[in-house]
């Protein structure tokens, strides 16, 4: 059963840090790419940043040179430190993976497994 379990969100003001992790169990985590997504309220869900089992690397254009996606497979986990945060970060983040994925995929329809999403607050 394949299971993803987000933390690390919270409360932070402008231009503060946090460091979201997921957890993955249930599947083979080295053969999956894995992606970072978030959703704000009434928005539709985009992609953040995502990191294939080969260690590329691909970001947003909203994201890249604030956020850092990393994995640890012995641990198997992903993470995605977040620096500069800005009010317009706030959404709930959610991680999942793509089996021999690229980390080129970025639509949320690609994807058949998330997490229950961690909330991030960004405030002014």
């Known amino acids: 059963q394949v299971r993803l379990v987000e933390s690390g969100g919270g409360l932070v003001q402008t231009g503060g840090s946090l460091n979201l992790t997921c957890v993955a169990s249930g599947f083979t985590f080295t053969n999956y790419a894995m992606t970072w997504f978030r959703q704000a309220p009434g928005k539709e869900r985009e992609f953040v940043a995502a990191?294939?089992?080969?260690?590329?690397?691909h970001y947003s254009q909203s994201t890249k040179g604030r956020f850092t996606i990393s994995r640890d497979n012995t641990k198997q986990t992903v993470y995605l430190q977040m620096n500069g945060l800005k009010p317009e970060d706030t959404a709930v983040y959610y991680c999942t993976g793509d089996e021999w994925g690229s980390a080129t995929q970025t639509l949320p329809s690609q994807y058949d497994y998330w997490g229950q999403g961690t909330q991030v607050t960004v405030s002014s």
């Open positions: 990191i294939s089992r080969l260690g590329l690397i």
